[in-house]
């Protein structure tokens, strides 16, 4: 029999008052949890036993976690209080500036600021009070601080990994006010106009009305129709955190008036393609992304672009395609199936599409290159490629959505290939 090593506990242990408070510190991170949940965790435990850790996190797991955006969260939270204390001082280190000498200097992952705030609630660091430098003889200086950085501006720039559930939220009010505008595109039918061609139908049978006098030359327009935003966004356990970000921008895009699209049509993917367009008709943008989470069963899952792309292409192509449908591809594009295939799938797609644009998060790193076997068969085949990470990056895309001539940084990456 394998005999698994317990885990040290104290001389006087309280565990039923350490899950509690680790409940709290789960629900200062956002987790929905009441008092019936935090007794439901104390007989699983009770029931599981207290012999291996990893038995001992996967019953917390159940009892606590049923969303895929709270499993981040959960990892992190459970690392500080229960596995790691030198973590801990490492996170305390981040929040308090006057703890020195326990962090390594790297930027936050996933969810840990939103860990550490969750656990040292309260516990925030000192506003540092702007103080007039004097030299040494007791006279002021004064200072330039006109170029100093913005919140806001500081906010636009971060990415939203790193970001805090006090940013993260700010992010989101700030998405929510954005628009997405496009340029209307001219259509084979006509209206009548002062200026532009001219009209020789309805010129010659107003003449026939009059005889065959010529009284007027009627003149026409095309009309202006406005395009179809298509959006397949990557849910994968790599993209997950985005996603959920740009879903909540196609959110307020897809209910703005005036906004300019003639229908906004969302899909996701991870290992399956996901039809979500309906959900984001709701108002209101938790119940919509609530329910776009509980239809998309793959969120946090593997991913398999090619195949979800000829789905897409097979089903969905022609009904939500229409003419000059702009098409956002949301995804880092590391996919492990066969790149021929998946080359194939997105020609055929930027056939399909007016433009074809490609957001993708791992852009924001100054070093990136095409070396990956997805992303070198997925860059030719797009019209532009941009970075998708930040606030700022959604800004630049609703500035060059409507240039056809905008490229982003695919020529530069492509003279890598």
Known sequence: MVEHIPLELPDDPKLAGNITHFARALRRGGLPIGPGRVIDSIRAVEAAGFTEKQDFYWTLHACFVNRPEHRAVFAQIFRLYWR????????????????????????????????????????????????????????????????????????????????????????????????LPVQPIPSRRSKPAHQGRVDAAKTLRAAMRRGGELYKIERKAPRLRWPNLVVLCDISGSMSQYSRVVLHFLHAVSNAKGAGWAKVHAFTFGTQLTN??????????????????????????????????????????????????????????????????????MQRLQLSSKRLIWLNPLLRWDGFAPKARGIAAMLPHVDSFRAGHSIASLEELAEVISRPDDVGEKARLMSGL
């Open 276 to 345: 979500i367009t309906r959900h984001l008709g709701q108002r209101d943008v938790d119940a919509a992304l609530a329910a776009a989470g509980a239809e998309a069963q793959d969120w946090e899952g593997g991913t398999r672009i090619g195949q979800c792309l000829e789905t897409f292409n097979r089903d969905w192509s022609r009904r939500v395609m229409g003419q000059g449908a702009v098409v956002l591809v949301i995804t880092d594009g590391l996919d492990r199936d066969d790149p021929d295939a998946l080359a194939k799938q």
């Open 84 to 179: 790691d204390p030198r973590y801990l001082e490492y996170m305390m280190a981040a929040m308090l500036p006057a703890v020195r000498g326990v962090q390594e200097d790297r930027s936050a992952q996933a969810a840990e600021k939103r860990a550490a705030e969750a656990l040292l609630d309260g516990a925030e660091a000192p506003v540092d009070q702007p103080e007039t430098p004097k030299d040494d003889d007791g006279s002021e200086l004064e200072i330039d601080a006109s170029l100093t950085m913005s919140a806001e501006e500081r906010l636009r720039s971060l990415d939203f990994e790193q970001m805090s559930t006090a940013e993260m939220a700010a992010a989101k009010r700030m998405l929510s006010r954005m628009k």
